[in-house]
């Protein structure tokens, strides 16, 4: 079963992500008190621990958090979910709004790395229940989004 390994939060866009261990999810803001919170369509960004074990395979020393995820899950290949999909963190229904994105100017991991697995494999959410998400809540696909043709 899928589930939440880290819920992650930091004040300042362009850093990596402390992990908390309970994480408050507002429909209107995404994760409360996390900079890259706000009333668009990447409210909750997602980042597979598959991935970042990839990046630790190539030397990496990496752990949750450190690719500005908010919510790192193990079990799931959360990159090939088409936009759409639904999700239940916990008891929290999110919507997939975009796959991958483009990197920005200094960021800290392809700075210290040379590549980052974030805009490839990394997803934005937006949360449509309020609720709290915990490491440890399952993390359940409730319906594939339209497939792209």
Not at 6 to 27: A, F, M, Q
Request: glycine fraction near 14%.
């Amino acid at each position: 079963m899928a589930s939440i390994v880290s819920v992650n939060i930091s004040e300042t866009k362009g850093v990596r992500k402390t992990p908390i261990p309970e994480g408050l999810l507002d429909p209107q803001h995404g994760l409360v008190g996390d900079a890259h919170a706000g009333t668009w369509h990447r409210q909750l960004s997602l980042l597979a621990l598959e991935s970042i074990e990839y990046m630790r395979g190539l030397g990496l020393d990496v752990n949750p958090g450190d690719f500005a995820e908010n919510i790192t899950t193990q079990g799931l290949v959360l990159h090939t979910l088409p936009i759409g999909s639904r999700l239940m963190l916990g008891g929290v229904e999110v919507e997939v709004t975009q796959i991958g994105k483009e990197c920005h100017t200094g960021c800290a991991i392809r700075q210290q790395a040379g590549d980052c697995i974030m805009p490839r494999q990394g997803i934005f959410v937006r949360v449509l229940h309020p609720g709290a998400v915990r490491p440890g809540d399952p993390v359940l696909l409730l319906r594939l989004g339209p497939a792209e043709g």
